[in-house]
């Protein structure tokens, strides 16, 4: 079915490891968004992996007519790195989807940049990998993404510890020159960091719970790729769940009440020999904001755990 023009138009810019798929089920189980299409990154996993995945999501759920766009292959400077011990070696964890009948439409680049002259000013991009495509197009067309409404990234630690080093985010450590040119573009970005995303735990006896007696396609999807998040989760943190670090993003887009926002002045680290990828904030109280270090960047510091999750569970999993 096509969708008419609603008040949230969304541009989701995709890894497609889990929790991203989780992310696509959110926005488009969500009557308020139309989902303008997805664009796809290197991350979790290579890049022609991630756009097969998000061809695969969009035909489970029935909505082949929404757009999939190929992006950046690789990092701007640093080398490759995947995620493969925590999304499984497709991205989907133990989920064995069709081969998807659709084809890409096209370059994500050039979808990005048109999709939100499109219509100025109404566009949310929100952003669930690593930052190399909107730098690109930001480099391509500078000042493209503050025509955006809103830039959402699910990205960096500040306070938290990191998930893919000590102090690392996976998508801040999988590009930090794309996150440090963003950053540093000052576009109306906000950042929904590791801080906020690791208090929203999705347990795996919830999912079996909601679930339960359901054998459809979209219901084996949920479980099957979940699976091999909740092992690593539990065998490294010993929490039986997902966390739903990309759905967060684009609940931030639905709902901004359930998030409590600050600005802060930060940089992202893109040379350290232990260090890559670390967001690191300017805490120190200098009476004239311009002698810190870094730039004023919009960050989610507190979450509405319960009504996101409720959100999420009522809209994505369904059940009681
Ligand atoms: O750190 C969390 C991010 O990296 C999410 O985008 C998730 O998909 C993960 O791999
Ligand atoms: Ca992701």
């Known amino acids: 079915p096509t969708r008419r023009s609603s008040d949230l138009p969304i541009i989701l810019d995709v890894d497609m490891g889990v929790d991203d ?9 969500s009557p308020e968004v139309e ?3 997805i664009s796809t990154v290197f991350g979790n996993v290579p ?28 990092p701007l400077v640093r080398k490759l790195v995947h995620a493969a011990a925590v999304h499984g070696e497709s991205g989907l964890g133990d989920a064995v989807l069709p081969d998807p009948e659709m084809l890409p439409a096209g370059n994500a680049l050039d979808f990005l940049i048109e999709g939100i002259q499109a219509r100025p000013g109404e566009v949310i991009v929100v952003a669930t990998g690593p930052l190399t495509n909107l730098a690109l197009v930001e480099k391509k067309q500078p000042g493209i993404l503050d025509q955006a409404r809103r ?7 500040l306070a938290e510890a990191g998930n893919i080093t000590p102090v690392s985010e996976f998508n801040s450590f999988a590009d930090p020159h794309a996150f440090h040119q963003l950053i540093k573009a000052e576009t109306n970005m906000s950042l929904i960091p590791l801080d906020v995303t690791h208090q929203l735990g999705l347990a795996a006896e919830t999912i079996a719970a909601r679930l339960a007696g359901r054998d459809d396609a979209i219901a084996r999807f949920i479980r ?11 065998e490294h943190y010993n929490y039986a769940g ?35 990828g670390q967001v690191v904030v300017d805490r120190r109280p ?15 510091m507190k979450v509405d755990v ?11 999993l369904g059940g009681e």
């Open 47 to 74: 890049l022609n992996q991630a756009t097969r995945n998000a061809l695969q999501v969009l035909e489970l759920m029935g909505r082949d007519e929404i757009p999939v766009y190929v992006g950046a292959g690789e």
């Open 224 to 234: 099957e790729s979940t699976r091999t998040v909740i092992a690593f989760e539990q």
């Open 306 to 316: 319960d009504r996101l999750m409720h959100m999420f569970e009522h809209r994505v």
């Open 242 to 276: 997902v966390h739903l670090h990309d759905p967060a993003a684009v609940a931030l887009g639905i709902d901004s009440s359930l998030f409590e926002m600050e600005t802060l002045v930060l940089d992202v680290e893109t040379m350290g020999e232990l260090t890559t």
């Open 21 to 29: 798929a989780l992310a696509i089920m959110l926005a488009l189980q």
């Open 286 to 300: 200098f009476s004239d904001e311009e002698e810190r270090q870094g730039y004023p960047v919009d960050c989610a």
């Open 35 to 37: 989902l303008l299409g």
């Open 151 to 157: 830039v959402l990234v699910m990205g960096g630690a």
